[in-house]
DNA sequence: CCAGACGTTGTT
DNA sequence: GTCTGG
DNA sequence: CCAGACGTTGTT
DNA sequence: GTCTGG
Protein backbone atom coordinates (compact mmCIF):
# COMPACT_ATOMS: atom_id res chain seq x y z
CA UNK A 1 0.00 0.00 0.00
CA UNK A 2 2.16 2.82 1.16
CA UNK A 3 0.25 4.76 3.36
CA UNK A 4 3.24 6.36 5.20
CA UNK A 5 6.83 6.85 3.50
CA UNK A 6 9.73 9.18 4.18
CA UNK A 7 12.22 12.16 1.73
CA UNK A 8 15.17 12.78 3.68
CA UNK A 9 17.26 13.11 1.16
CA UNK A 10 18.97 16.76 0.03
CA UNK A 11 17.21 19.38 -2.21
CA UNK A 12 20.46 18.75 -4.46
CA UNK A 13 19.93 14.97 -4.57
CA UNK A 14 16.39 15.31 -5.00
CA UNK A 15 16.96 17.37 -7.72
CA UNK A 16 19.99 15.31 -9.41
CA UNK A 17 17.97 12.42 -8.87
CA UNK A 18 14.83 13.63 -10.99
CA UNK A 19 16.40 16.30 -13.25
CA UNK A 20 13.90 19.25 -11.72
CA UNK A 21 13.63 22.08 -9.72
CA UNK A 22 12.55 21.62 -6.54
CA UNK A 23 10.96 24.49 -4.51
CA UNK A 24 13.79 26.03 -1.73
CA UNK A 25 11.99 25.17 1.51
CA UNK A 26 13.15 21.32 2.27
CA UNK A 27 13.54 20.17 5.32
CA UNK A 28 14.52 16.20 5.47
CA UNK A 29 10.71 14.59 6.34
CA UNK A 30 11.04 11.00 7.90
CA UNK A 31 7.24 10.04 8.91
CA UNK A 32 5.20 11.69 5.65
CA UNK A 33 1.33 10.77 6.15
CA UNK A 34 -1.65 11.02 4.16
CA UNK A 35 -3.29 14.74 4.07
CA UNK A 36 -0.13 16.04 4.62
CA UNK A 37 1.69 17.97 1.52
CA UNK A 38 4.29 15.77 -0.56
CA UNK A 39 6.52 16.70 -3.12
CA UNK A 40 5.78 15.55 -7.07
CA UNK A 41 7.78 16.45 -10.47
CA UNK A 42 6.01 16.86 -13.46
CA UNK A 43 6.97 18.23 -16.79
CA UNK A 44 7.50 22.36 -16.17
CA UNK A 45 4.56 24.34 -17.36
CA UNK A 46 6.44 27.27 -18.63
CA UNK A 47 8.16 26.62 -22.03
CA UNK A 48 12.15 26.44 -22.01
CA UNK A 49 14.05 28.84 -23.79
CA UNK A 50 15.64 27.13 -26.73
CA UNK A 51 18.97 25.82 -25.48
CA UNK A 52 18.43 26.15 -22.00
CA UNK A 53 20.40 23.94 -19.41
CA UNK A 54 17.64 24.63 -17.02
CA UNK A 55 15.36 21.54 -16.16
CA UNK A 56 12.27 20.76 -17.99
CA UNK A 57 10.82 19.29 -14.72
CA UNK A 58 9.79 21.05 -11.39
CA UNK A 59 8.72 19.53 -7.86
CA UNK A 60 5.41 20.60 -6.41
CA UNK A 61 3.73 20.45 -3.36
CA UNK A 62 0.08 18.84 -3.06
CA UNK A 63 -1.79 17.40 -0.84
CA UNK A 64 -1.43 14.09 -0.41
CA UNK A 65 -5.33 12.24 -0.96
CA UNK A 66 -6.46 12.53 -4.21
CA UNK A 67 -9.80 14.03 -4.85
CA UNK A 68 -11.42 13.79 -7.96
CA UNK A 69 -12.30 16.98 -9.49
CA UNK A 70 -16.16 16.58 -9.07
CA UNK A 71 -16.22 16.09 -5.32
CA UNK A 72 -18.22 18.90 -3.99
CA UNK A 73 -16.53 19.18 -0.17
CA UNK A 74 -13.34 17.18 -0.23
CA UNK A 75 -12.95 17.41 3.47
CA UNK A 76 -16.16 15.39 3.71
CA UNK A 77 -14.14 12.41 2.05
CA UNK A 78 -11.88 9.61 3.26
CA UNK A 79 -8.37 10.33 1.34
CA UNK A 80 -7.33 8.21 -1.87
CA UNK A 81 -3.83 8.37 -0.68
CA UNK A 82 -2.99 4.56 -2.58
CA UNK A 83 -4.76 4.09 -6.67
CA UNK A 84 -4.80 0.82 -7.59
CA UNK A 85 -2.99 0.56 -10.76
CA UNK A 86 -4.71 -2.41 -11.85
CA UNK A 87 -7.95 -0.38 -12.23
CA UNK A 88 -7.26 2.73 -12.81
CA UNK A 89 -7.62 3.10 -16.29
CA UNK A 90 -11.53 1.50 -15.59
CA UNK A 91 -12.25 3.92 -12.79
CA UNK A 92 -14.14 7.70 -13.62
CA UNK A 93 -12.13 8.53 -10.68
CA UNK A 94 -9.04 8.36 -12.08
CA UNK A 95 -9.21 8.08 -15.77
CA UNK A 96 -8.53 11.61 -16.66
CA UNK A 97 -5.64 12.19 -14.05
CA UNK A 98 -3.63 8.52 -15.64
CA UNK A 99 -4.52 9.94 -18.97
CA UNK A 100 -3.37 13.39 -19.06
CA UNK A 101 -1.61 13.76 -14.85
CA UNK A 102 1.17 11.04 -14.34
CA UNK A 103 4.02 12.29 -11.95
CA UNK A 104 6.50 10.92 -9.95
CA UNK A 105 6.72 11.60 -6.05
CA UNK A 106 10.31 11.65 -4.80
CA UNK A 107 10.99 9.21 -1.79
CA UNK A 108 14.00 7.98 0.18
CA UNK A 109 11.59 4.78 1.16
CA UNK A 110 8.58 3.87 2.65
CA UNK A 111 6.70 1.87 5.93
CA UNK A 112 4.66 -0.77 5.55
CA UNK A 113 3.02 -2.59 8.87
CA UNK A 114 3.22 -6.77 9.00
CA UNK A 115 0.10 -8.03 10.57
CA UNK A 116 0.20 -11.26 12.06
CA UNK A 117 -2.95 -12.73 13.63
CA UNK A 118 -3.79 -11.23 16.93
CA UNK A 119 -0.42 -9.57 17.29
CA UNK A 120 0.33 -6.09 17.13
CA UNK A 121 1.70 -4.76 13.55
CA UNK A 122 5.09 -4.59 13.03
CA UNK A 123 6.48 -2.21 10.89
CA UNK A 124 9.06 -1.54 8.27
CA UNK A 125 11.57 1.02 7.62
CA UNK A 126 11.80 -0.13 3.64
CA UNK A 127 14.99 1.27 1.43
CA UNK A 128 16.86 0.86 -1.61
CA UNK A 129 19.97 -1.08 -1.31
CA UNK A 130 22.00 0.98 -1.91
CA UNK A 131 20.07 4.15 -0.70
CA UNK A 132 19.22 7.16 -3.19
CA UNK A 133 16.38 8.63 -4.31
CA UNK A 134 13.56 6.69 -5.47
CA UNK A 135 10.09 7.77 -7.35
CA UNK A 136 6.64 6.52 -7.27
CA UNK A 137 4.02 7.01 -9.71
CA UNK A 138 1.69 9.22 -8.72
CA UNK A 139 -1.43 10.68 -10.51
CA UNK A 140 -2.37 14.17 -9.55
CA UNK A 141 -5.61 16.32 -9.79
CA UNK A 142 -7.03 19.93 -9.13
CA UNK A 143 -9.52 20.48 -7.50
CA UNK A 144 -11.89 23.44 -7.81
CA UNK A 145 -14.01 24.92 -5.12
CA UNK A 146 -17.55 26.56 -6.06
CA UNK A 147 -15.36 30.12 -4.93
CA UNK A 148 -12.72 30.18 -7.31
CA UNK A 149 -10.69 28.22 -5.02
CA UNK A 150 -8.23 25.65 -6.06
CA UNK A 151 -6.43 22.06 -4.12
CA UNK A 152 -3.66 20.25 -6.07
CA UNK A 153 -3.63 16.90 -4.95
CA UNK A 154 -1.94 13.17 -5.50
CA UNK A 155 -2.24 9.47 -5.49
CA UNK A 156 0.35 7.31 -5.23
CA UNK A 157 -0.45 4.28 -7.62
CA UNK A 158 0.24 0.58 -5.82
CA UNK A 159 0.53 -3.05 -7.08
CA UNK A 160 1.03 -6.43 -5.95
CA UNK A 161 3.98 -6.62 -3.61
CA UNK A 162 7.21 -8.30 -5.30
CA UNK A 163 7.99 -11.45 -4.03
CA UNK A 164 10.41 -9.91 -1.23
CA UNK A 165 8.04 -7.63 0.17
CA UNK A 166 5.47 -10.10 0.26
CA UNK A 167 6.34 -11.28 3.76
CA UNK A 168 5.53 -7.94 4.70
CA UNK A 169 2.67 -7.02 2.84
CA UNK A 170 0.37 -8.20 -0.49
CA UNK A 171 0.82 -4.35 -2.23
CA UNK A 172 3.11 -2.49 -2.44
CA UNK A 173 3.78 1.06 -4.37
CA UNK A 174 4.68 1.56 -7.94
CA UNK A 175 8.30 2.52 -8.49
CA UNK A 176 9.30 3.97 -11.42
CA UNK A 177 12.62 3.60 -12.50
CA UNK A 178 15.09 6.47 -13.65
CA UNK A 179 14.82 5.24 -17.90
CA UNK A 180 10.85 5.84 -17.54
CA UNK A 181 10.79 8.91 -15.86
CA UNK A 182 10.16 10.68 -19.37
CA UNK A 183 7.56 8.20 -20.92
CA UNK A 184 5.87 7.91 -17.45
CA UNK A 185 5.04 11.66 -17.47
CA UNK A 186 4.80 12.67 -21.30
CA UNK A 187 1.21 12.29 -21.28
CA UNK A 188 1.00 14.36 -24.30
CA UNK A 189 2.68 11.61 -26.52
CA UNK A 190 2.25 8.35 -24.45
CA UNK A 191 -1.35 6.98 -23.76
CA UNK A 192 -1.70 4.86 -20.57
CA UNK A 193 -1.65 1.68 -22.44
CA UNK A 194 1.88 2.48 -23.55
CA UNK A 195 3.23 2.88 -19.93
CA UNK A 196 1.06 0.51 -18.51
CA UNK A 197 4.61 -1.82 -18.17
CA UNK A 198 6.08 0.79 -15.78
CA UNK A 199 3.38 -0.09 -13.57
CA UNK A 200 5.01 -3.45 -12.54
CA UNK A 201 6.23 -4.32 -9.05
CA UNK A 202 9.80 -3.55 -8.69
CA UNK A 203 12.23 -5.95 -8.45
CA UNK A 204 13.10 -8.25 -5.57
CA UNK A 205 16.98 -6.98 -4.95
CA UNK A 206 15.44 -2.94 -5.29
CA UNK A 207 14.95 -2.91 -1.69
CA UNK A 208 15.78 -4.03 1.85
CA UNK A 209 13.34 -4.03 4.73
CA UNK A 210 14.21 -3.07 8.49
CA UNK A 211 12.22 -3.68 11.44
CA UNK A 212 11.85 -0.55 13.43
CA UNK A 213 10.19 0.86 16.89
CA UNK A 214 6.99 1.93 16.57
CA UNK A 215 7.12 5.31 17.53
CA UNK A 216 6.43 5.72 13.40
CA UNK A 217 3.01 4.63 14.30
CA UNK A 218 2.44 8.55 15.42
CA UNK A 219 2.48 10.91 13.09
CA UNK A 220 3.79 13.58 15.51
CA UNK A 221 6.88 11.77 15.88
CA UNK A 222 9.15 13.46 12.53
CA UNK A 223 12.40 12.64 13.97
CA UNK A 224 14.74 10.13 12.32
CA UNK A 225 14.34 8.07 15.15
CA UNK A 226 11.34 6.48 13.62
CA UNK A 227 13.83 4.69 11.40
CA UNK A 228 15.93 3.23 14.40
CA UNK A 229 16.36 -0.15 13.50
CA UNK A 230 14.78 -2.66 16.32
CA UNK A 231 15.51 -5.90 17.56
CA UNK A 232 12.49 -7.88 16.55
CA UNK A 233 12.57 -9.03 13.23
CA UNK A 234 10.49 -11.24 10.56
CA UNK A 235 12.27 -14.21 11.81
CA UNK A 236 11.15 -13.77 15.94
CA UNK A 237 7.25 -12.56 14.36
CA UNK A 238 7.02 -14.83 11.47
CA UNK A 239 5.23 -17.69 13.31
CA UNK A 240 1.25 -18.50 12.49
CA UNK A 241 -1.28 -17.20 15.26
CA UNK A 242 -1.73 -20.10 17.59
CA UNK A 243 -5.27 -20.27 17.19
CA UNK A 244 -5.62 -20.80 13.58
CA UNK A 245 -9.21 -21.89 12.56
CA UNK A 246 -8.20 -23.60 9.98
CA UNK A 247 -5.35 -25.48 8.39
CA UNK A 248 -4.35 -25.17 5.25
CA UNK A 249 -0.66 -25.42 5.49
CA UNK A 250 0.10 -24.36 2.12
CA UNK A 251 -0.19 -20.69 1.68
CA UNK A 252 1.04 -19.41 5.34
CA UNK A 253 4.33 -17.74 5.92
CA UNK A 254 5.20 -19.88 8.65
CA UNK A 255 8.03 -22.36 7.20
CA UNK A 256 11.65 -21.61 9.44
CA UNK A 257 10.59 -17.94 9.07
CA UNK A 258 13.78 -17.52 7.73
CA UNK A 259 14.12 -14.24 5.11
CA UNK A 260 16.79 -15.10 3.07
CA UNK A 261 16.26 -11.81 1.26
CA UNK A 262 16.52 -9.60 3.95
C1' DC B 1 -34.50 9.34 -19.57
C1' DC B 2 -32.84 10.43 -14.45
C1' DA B 3 -30.46 8.88 -10.12
C1' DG B 4 -26.61 7.67 -7.90
C1' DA B 5 -22.06 6.31 -7.48
C1' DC B 6 -17.51 7.52 -8.03
C1' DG B 7 -11.77 4.77 -3.25
C1' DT B 8 -8.18 1.83 -0.79
C1' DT B 9 -6.72 -0.75 2.89
C1' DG B 10 -7.49 -4.96 5.60
C1' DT B 11 -10.41 -8.18 7.94
C1' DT B 12 -14.04 -11.51 8.38
C1' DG C 1 -17.21 14.90 -15.23
C1' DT C 2 -18.62 10.22 -16.56
C1' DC C 3 -20.29 5.78 -16.00
C1' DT C 4 -23.73 2.25 -14.33
C1' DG C 5 -28.24 0.86 -12.96
C1' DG C 6 -33.08 1.01 -13.26
C1' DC D 1 -1.09 4.19 7.13
C1' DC D 2 -2.11 4.69 12.53
C1' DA D 3 -4.01 7.46 16.50
C1' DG D 4 -7.60 9.36 18.71
C1' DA D 5 -12.06 10.91 19.27
C1' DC D 6 -16.64 9.71 19.75
C1' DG D 7 -21.30 15.07 23.56
C1' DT D 8 -24.45 18.59 25.45
C1' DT D 9 -25.74 21.96 28.54
C1' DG D 10 -24.76 26.06 30.78
C1' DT D 11 -21.52 29.04 32.92
C1' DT D 12 -17.27 31.80 33.04
C1' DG E 1 -17.63 0.32 15.60
C1' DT E 2 -16.69 4.28 12.76
C1' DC E 3 -15.14 8.63 11.64
C1' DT E 4 -11.66 12.45 11.59
C1' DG E 5 -7.02 14.21 11.66
C1' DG E 6 -2.25 14.11 10.52
Redesign the pocket.
Known sequence: ?C??FSLKNSRDEVEAALGALIPDDFPPRYNI????PILIVMPSETVRPVGSNRPDRAGHLVRWGFVP??VKDP??????????SE??AE????KAALSHRRVLVPASGFYE?R?NGSNR?QPYWIRPRHGGVIAFGALMETWSGADGSQIDTAGIL?TGANEALSLI???MPVVVVPEDYARWMDCKHYLPREVADIMQPAPDDLFEAIPVS?LV????NTSPDVQLPVSADLTATATRPKKAGKKTGADDDSGNGQLSMF
Open positions: MGRAPTQSWNARAPIFNIRTAKNSFWRATHHRDNKVS
